[in-house]
Each structure stands twice: as structure tokens, then as C-alpha cells.
């Protein structure tokens, strides 16, 4: 496998499925990340070519694309560690060669580094899962019902309420929320209008925006900074019901985060 990308792009690649920020666990607020290593798989097929960068749990799954030319398509995927290839990628500029088969040569005008590959993603399970389930849903600027579960071993069900708004407010909108201190947030959305919120004992915030694409209504709590993986540039199709999980697809971007559930 052999990629070649802008420093600073590949670094914000990383950061977005790294997604390290500030989780509610436990009963309480920590800093986190959803884990050090990122898989890359080759797609090529008759309407999408390019790399998926992808990481992820039981709980959480993003997934950033990146169009890319693939003459040869062998469907071997690669793990690599985040902070390992971070580490050497900040002591480089401009182009960055990533050229990976037992080990991971990593060259930028005259400097070179080998770091190790791995052999598997520790959560493989459940992001080849999800990525099943996800590989054939794009940003559509229609919104529209969605099925949801079909990998195999998920029973489909429906989505039927969603809405669209930017990355760039998106962001914004949750780092106020993320003031509060708490990290679980709710997104309430009913008559193309959105409500998001976050509060702990008196303390709270709430931000609305009115005028949005939206159909149907729905609510849906959850913890993690799904924020840190988003593209300021793109507009984002929020898929939810009730209580489930929430599906967000941008133009580069996927991100499935599993509900906040309080357990009496």
C-alpha cells in the first residue's frame, strides 16, 4: 500500500479518528480518546476508489474517507499506531509517502522513518461491523429515511428522523456545551428546529437553531467529543430516533456513536 498526502492533512486524518477529548465515565468527566490505532482499508469499486482511515469500539465508530487513485486493488488493510506515526509526522513538511507493506516507510524530502505495522485493530470486531453497515451510506443533500443494519449479524431497522446543519456550527455549538463540564449531551430536533443541550445539577446550556432541514422528531442523549472528527467545511446528514443510535454522514466523514443511557 502506498499513499501520499499533505502533512497537515494526514495529521487532521489521525486527530479525527484518534477523536481524543473529554468523555463522561464512570460518573465522571475524563480525558480520553477512542483509541491509538487507526485502520486503513483500500476501496476500489465502480463508484468509489480512494482509503478509509477508521477506528473505533463497541460504542463508537468514525470512519474518514479519502479519495484516492488505486490501480491495484488487493483488499489487504493495514493498522498502524496513531501517536508512534504522529510523532515522527511533526518533525516533517510538505508531502508526506506512507509506503506500507511489512513495516511502515514513512519518507518527506530527506528524511525517513520505519515504524512497525500491526498486526490487527484491537477492536477489529466491531469496526469491520460497522463498517459493514456503513460503507454504502453517503451525504445526500435530500434528507430521506435510512435503513440501518446490514452487515449480516445487525436486524435492520429504520431510521426515520434526521437533520441537516453544518460542521462549522456543529462544532461550535457543542464546544459551548462542552463549558458545562459534564460531556453528555442531547441533540432534540422537531418542525425544523434543532435544540442542543448539556446541564449538570443547576448548571446549563442549551443553543437552538431555527430554519434547518429536518424530518421527523427526535431526541437522543450521548457522551464524547464526536465534534473533534468533524469537517468545518462540509455539511453533515445527523441520523437518529428516540434513544438509538445516532448515524452522522458528511461529505468525508462517519461517525456512529451509541446512545446515553441512564441506568436506574
Known amino acids: 500500500m502506498q499513499l501520499e498526502y499533505d502533512k497537515e492533512i494526514l495529521i487532521r486524518i489521525l486527530e479525527a479518528v484518534e477523536l481524543k477529548g473529554k468523555y463522561f465515565s464512570s460518573g465522571s468527566l475524563k480525558s480520553d480518546s477512542l483509541g491509538e490505532y487507526v485502520k486503513i482499508v483500500p476501496i476500489n469499486n465502480h463508484w468509489k476508489t480512494g482509503y478509509h482511515f477508521m477506528n473505533g469500539d463497541n460504542q463508537t465508530f468514525v470512519s474518514h474517507y479519502m479519495p484516492d487513485i488505486i490501480e491495484e486493488d488487493d483488499g489487504i488493510s493495514v493498522v498502524l499506531e496513531i501517536p508512534k506515526l504522529m510523532k515522527y509526522l511533526k518533525t516533517m513538511s510538505g508531502r508526506i509517502r506512507l509506503n506500507i507493506d511489512e513495516v511502515c516507510n514513512i519518507s518527506s524530502e530527506n528524511k525517513e522513518v520505519v515504524i512497525p505495522v500491526s498486526v490487527l485493530h484491537p477492536n477489529d470486531v466491531a ?5 459493514e453497515c456503513t460503507i454504502e451510506k453517503t451525504f445526500t443533500d435530500e434528507l430521506e429515511p435510512i435503513m440501518w443494519g446490514n452487515d449480516g449479524t445487525t436486524s435492520q431497522f429504520e431510521i426515520e428522523n434526521a437533520f441537516q446543519i453544518t460542521g462549522s456550527k456543529l462544532i461550535s455549538i457543542m464546544n459551548s456545551c462542552e463549558s458545562v463540564g459534564h460531556g453528555v449531551y442531547t441533540f ?29 422528531a427526535a431526541t437522543v442523549s450521548f457522551t464524547g467529543p464526536i465534534h473533534k472528527a468533524l469537517d468545518k467545511l462540509s455539511m453533515c446528514n445527523v441520523y437518529f430516533n428516540d434513544d438509538s443510535l445516532m448515524l452522522i454522514i458528511s461529505g468525508l466523514v462517519t461517525i456512529v456513536r451509541a446512545p446515553y443511557v441512564v441506568v436506574e
Do not use: D, K, P, Q
Open 127 to 131: 469496526i469491520s461491523r460497522l463498517f
Open 188 to 216: 432534540y430536533h422537531s418542525g425544523n428546529t434543532l435544540a442542543i443541550m448539556s446541564s449538570i445539577g443547576n448548571e446549563h446550556y442549551i443553543e437552538r437553531v431555527n430554519g434547518i432541514n429536518s424530518i421527523g
